[in-house]
């Protein structure tokens, strides 16, 4: 499980060539692409009148054939992203405003660009970070800009197992237990083949994993509800994943105010820290 992946100076050279790269693709946003999504999330089948929390995730899903994947799950490294030979992937924080809701039963496009592509050494170990954004338009009008970072790391050592302690509750807390038929939905849902979610061998025996990894998405999107529930609709929403959290054991969802939400680890360890923004804001 554990390796130590050299990184050249010539690699972030290579990779940082990816800057400012864009893909450009079109889709028809079927309501039963969504319908599937708001049910593996939990949330009302009835999209029509109230579409789930951060409805555009579940369309312009990454698409590669069979043998273009790797042994983890998500495809091969290359192509739109670049190449980063460090082994271990995550999506690890997004910022992102709406500025209109998605119409349904309709063509929209999405840009994408690679913003930035830097590398860290610290006492972890090695980290290269992908800086991205993308912009979702309908009919020429922006619908959702987001942009995210996803963090290349090395495989480490593995994670020690989580050891429940007792949290004292606050009013508003929702509890959380992810059961590994929603981590399979979810995957499926969002077409995301990464193992750790659903293959309990590879996830413990090669990434080191005491249980299932809960997917961020799943968590940012339960906390954007969760913010949804006490404050309404969000016009901007933003997370950051401090720790993974894992199947079977029960998540805390707490609301601390002023749209600020996290999702507690049941040993009280933030796992995520989300802001959601609910003021007004002028469109593009």
Wanted: net charge negative; proline share 8%; glycine share 10%.
């Amino acid at each position: 499980m554990a390796s130590n992946t050299m990184v050249s100076e010539d690699d972030i050279v290579h990779w940082r060539g990816w800057i400012g790269k864009e893909e450009l693709r079109r889709e028809h946003l079927s309501t039963e692409t969504l319908r599937r999504f708001a049910a593996a999330l939990g949330e009302t089948l009835d999209v029509e009148s109230s579409q789930p929390p951060l409805a555009h995730w579940a369309f312009f899903l990454p698409t590669v054939a069979a043998d273009q994947i790797g042994p983890d799950g998500h495809p091969k490294r290359g192509g739109f992203l670049p190449p980063v030979t460090l082994p271990r992937r995550m999506f690890a924080a997004a910022e992102m405003r709406f500025e209109a809701p998605l119409l349904l039963d309709r063509e929209a496009e999405r840009r994408s660009t690679i913003l930035d592509v830097t590398h860290k050494a610290g006492r972890s170990g090695q980290l290269v970070l992908v800086q991205l954004e993308h912009r979702i338009t309908q009919d020429g009008a922006m619908r959702i800009n987001e942009k995210q970072t996803i963090v290349y790391r090395d495989a480490g050592a593995p994670t020690p197992p989580v050891v429940p302690a007792e949290i004292a509750p606050q009013n508003g807390d929702a509890l959380w237990n992810p059961t590994p038929v929603d981590l399979f939905r979810v995957s499926a849902a969002t077409f995301n083949s990464h193992r750790i979610h659903y293959d309990l061998p590879y996830a413990t025996g090669e990434e080191g994993y005491p249980g299932l990894v809960v997917h961020g998405p799943f968590t940012a999107a339960r906390l954007f509800g969760h913010a949804r529930r006490s404050g309404g609709t969000p016009t901007g929403f933003g997370f950051r994943a401090v720790a993974p959290l894992f199947c079977g054991q029960p998540i805390l969802l707490r609301d601390d105010g002023a749209g600020k939400v996290r999702a507690l680890r049941c040993d009280g360890a933030d796992a995520m820290i989300a802001t959601a923004d609910f003021q007004a804001h002028s469109g593009h």
